[in-house]
């Protein structure tokens, strides 16, 4: 739309000039603008004239760019465009955000365990300043790390905190279920006294295999009795002997679904002050919302949530490798 152009007023005394509301003011083209006029004229009309208003056509105009009113949404088009992208990106990004937090939390916040990864410097930092690793269990450790299945060991330092709690209360009698190559077995064999014992039960001799000679060369390997069969098996086989309430610790880290069973067996097995630790109680963050199909986390969240009102026993849940529940028999 072209500037309006300036029209100046004769100069002298104002009265002697008739006033703007007096006449239309006029737009460009001639059209008459909304002026006021007199009380009962109707619109169009000169305040003084009489008949009909002169029909006029007035000249196409372009309509002048408002401001929109308070509470209306301002066009998109009057945004910037890179403003208006950007912004569209960023939910986009939050609204991913959202949902990966969701279904993949450990992916965005971290692992929910609160376990210390083994890549983590920190992690690192702890073996450098706590462990205290045996030259033999360092060697089987090794060699359980080449092994295909190496990430079924328990951590080293998950091993020497059983260690220290078999050493702590003195234990004589400890039973563990899940050897697999046999570290901490070996580790608990270590702090026993020289007449104290691990009953300790797997169904897999090719794992055990690779610890026994190591047992051997650390001098504990009479200390440490191998049971190659179900748990559950060896188990009630130790009450059937007359052996309830005569261990001091057990150790549980086998598969997932027997859990209850096996604490529940152990339970009966260890004297009153004894010790049960079951490994793996946060399943990889998985408890905290098992799927259906995962009847290993399933299992493991029923153990725990049984294990907090489980009047039997005194219980402490550690972030220790992947979480370790300590169960002390009243």
């Given at each position: 739309?072209?500037?309006?152009?300036?029209?100046?007023?004769?100069a002298?005394?104002?009265?002697?000039?008739?006033?703007?509301?007096?006449?239309?003011?006029?737009r460009?083209?001639g059209?008459?603008?909304?002026?006021?006029?007199?009380?009962?004229?109707?619109?169009?009309?000169?305040?003084?004239?009489?008949?009909?208003?002169?029909?006029?056509?007035?000249?196409?105009?372009?309509?002048?760019?408002?401001?929109?009113?308070p509470?209306?949404?301002?066009?998109?088009?009057?945004?910037?465009?890179e403003?208006?992208?950007?912004?569209?990106?960023?939910g986009?990004?939050?609204?991913?955000?959202?949902?990966?937090?969701?279904?993949?939390?450990?992916?965005?916040?971290?692992?929910?365990?609160?376990?210390?990864?083994?890549?983590?410097?920190?992690?690192?930092?702890?073996?450098?300043?706590?462990?205290?690793?045996?030259?033999?269990?360092?060697?089987?450790?090794?060699?359980?790390?080449?092994?295909?299945?190496?990430r079924?060991?328990?951590?080293?330092?998950?091993?020497?905190?059983?260690?220290?709690?078999?050493?702590?209360?003195?234990?004589?009698?400890?039973?563990?279920?899940?050897?697999?190559?046999?570290?901490n077995?070996?580790?608990?064999?270590?702090v026993?006294?020289?007449?104290?014992?691990?009953?300790?039960?797997?169904i897999?001799?090719?794992?055990?295999?690779?610890?026994?000679?190591?047992?051997?060369?650390?001098?504990v390997?009479?200390?440490?009795?191998?049971?190659?069969?179900?748990?559950?098996?060896t188990?009630?086989?130790?009450?059937?002997?007359?052996?309830?309430?005569?261990?001091?610790?057990?150790?549980i880290?086998?598969d997932?679904?027997?859990?209850?069973?096996?604490?529940?067996?152990?339970?009966?097995?260890?004297?009153?002050?004894?010790?049960?630790?079951?490994?793996?109680?946060f399943?990889?963050?998985?408890?905290?919302?098992?799927?259906?199909?995962?009847?290993?986390?399933?299992?493991?969240?029923?153990?725990?949530?049984?294990?907090?009102?489980?009047?039997?026993?005194?219980?402490?849940?550690?972030?220790?490798?992947?979480?370790?529940?300590?169960?002390?028999?009243?």
């Amino acid at each position: 739309m072209s500037p309006r152009r300036r029209r100046t007023r004769p100069a002298g005394d104002p009265s002697q000039h008739p006033s703007r509301a007096q006449y239309p003011a006029r737009r460009e083209g001639g059209g008459l603008s909304a002026a006021p006029r007199r009380s009962g004229a109707p619109p169009g009309r000169h305040p003084g004239q009489r008949g009909p208003a002169p029909q006029r056509s007035a000249p196409p105009r372009t309509a002048p760019r408002r401001c929109p009113a308070p509470g209306t949404a301002m066009p998109l088009l009057s945004v910037p465009k890179e403003v208006a992208v950007g912004t569209a990106m960023l939910g986009v990004a939050f609204a991913t955000g959202m949902l990966a937090g969701k279904l993949y939390p450990s992916l965005v916040f971290g692992s929910q365990s609160g376990m210390i990864r083994k890549n983590n410097p920190l992690r690192q930092y702890i073996l450098d300043h706590s462990l205290r690793e045996h030259p033999i269990l360092k060697k089987l450790r090794l060699l359980t790390a080449d092994h295909p299945s190496g990430r079924m060991m328990v951590s080293c330092e998950q091993a020497q905190l059983m260690a220290n709690l078999v050493k702590l209360i003195k234990a004589k009698k400890v039973i563990e279920i899940g050897v697999f190559t046999g570290y901490n077995a070996l580790n608990m064999a270590l702090v026993l006294p020289d007449n104290g014992r691990v009953i300790a039960c797997d169904i897999n001799e090719d794992y055990a295999k690779i610890g026994k000679p190591l047992w051997k060369e650390a001098g504990v390997e009479h200390k440490i009795d191998l049971r190659i069969k179900p748990a559950i098996q060896t188990l009630d086989e130790l009450v059937a002997n007359g052996e309830a309430e005569t261990f001091d610790f057990a150790f549980i880290d086998a598969d997932k679904e027997s859990y209850n069973e096996y604490y529940e067996k152990c339970l009966r097995l260890i004297k009153k002050g004894g010790i049960i630790a079951i490994d793996n109680v946060f399943w990889n963050g998985k408890v905290l919302k098992p799927r259906k199909d995962d009847l290993a986390a399933q299992s493991i969240h029923r153990l725990n949530e049984k294990l907090l009102r489980d009047a039997r026993v005194n219980i402490s849940m550690l972030p220790v490798g992947d979480g370790v529940t300590l169960a002390f028999k009243l």
